[in-house]
């Protein structure tokens, strides 16, 4: 049984936006574990990696506690409480490992429709209704705007139509929530995705391997996420053409063909997607049997 001093514990939400794609990108990462209905923790049968659901405004500080070694977690979520942290007097002793592309939405302000309140200019004086306080009011501190900042939990949007603010601020994904309360998207003032964070403290010389192999595969997971291999036959002379237009791509494999001293086999990795007219335009300049498939996993 492997010793609980070397198990790597890596803190998600519990429930949310961002649970499911971290839970898809560990299991990626070859991760199996076993969790009960009710339980929190998911015990890592193949790896020494465990998982603990937890709330996500609680995972800063777990790690900045050392309780987990990493955690995935909103970028508001994380400057939030970075702001906390800092104006405690308190050193936020976690460090951003990877933005991980996935999660994204952004902090903007919500304007009633026909408020007399349209832009920052009007904000002077004004009361805003946030879940994130710190966040708002550092923006405003740095734009020189008075205002009075309004926590408020639960549904923001709804604080202006109960006289409790005249604007707000809040997360923004497709825009819908906004447009069915009458609020106007207005300016954005943070841009949001989930990020992986670890502790600060030097990694025990007992999960240092695995603490790599586990970064490693993480890269490798993102990477392949838009890539594909592409293979085709080609004429010698068209090389340079196609690999100009083969989009993201590492430097090709080409393959001598058998009795074909002017054609080629080439192979390659594109780290963007690949679409039909790129296709169209290798067959354009030579290229034949063109082949596009998946790419399922990747050690960088």
């Not at 937890?54 to 409480?81: Q, Y």
């Not at 601020?169 to 447009?179: E, F, I, R």
Request: hydrophobic content about 45%; overall charge negative.
């Amino acid at each position: 049984m492997t010793d609980q001093g070397s198990r790597i514990k890596i803190a998600i939400q519990k429930s949310g936006r961002l649970t499911d794609r971290s839970l898809e990108l560990l299991e990626r990462c070859g991760l199996k574990y076993s969790r009960g209905r009710d339980q929190l923790i998911g015990f890592g049968e193949n790896m020494p990696v465990d998982i603990l659901l937890v709330r996500d405004d609680d995972i800063p500080g777990l790690v900045r506690d050392e309780v987990c070694d990493f955690g995935i977690v909103g970028l508001n979520v994380l400057e939030e409480r970075r702001l906390q942290f800092l104006a405690e007097g308190r050193d936020q002793a976690f460090r951003v490992v990877r933005a991980l592309d996935y999660g994204h939405c952004h902090l903007a302000f919500g304007y009633p429709e026909d408020g007399p309140v349209q832009s920052l200019a009007g904000l002077q004086g004004r009361r805003i209704a946030t879940s994130y306080p710190r966040i708002v009011q550092d923006f405003l501190q740095r734009e020189g705007i008075e205002a009075q900042v309004i926590e408020f939990s639960g549904a923001v949007e709804i604080a202006p139509g109960l006289g409790r603010a005249d604007v707000i601020c809040d997360l923004v994904s497709t825009g819908a929530t906004l447009a069915a309360n009458r609020l106007r998207e207005g300016e954005t003032i943070l841009e949001s995705q989930a990020i992986l964070i670890r502790t600060v403290r030097e990694v025990p010389a007992a999960k240092a391997e695995w603490v790599t192999r586990l970064l490693q595969r993480i890269d490798g997971v993102m990477q392949v996420r838009e890539s594909k291999y592409v293979m085709m036959n080609a004429p010698v002379s068209a090389l340079a053409e196609i690999a100009r237009l083969l989009p993201g791509a590492d430097a090709p494999t080409v393959i001598p063909l058998e009795g074909r001293g002017d054609k080629v086999a080439v192979h390659v990795v594109c780290r963007e997607n690949v679409f039909w007219e790129t296709l169209e335009n290798l067959k354009l300049v030579g290229a034949s049997s063109l082949l596009v498939l998946p790419v399922e996993k990747m050690l960088p």
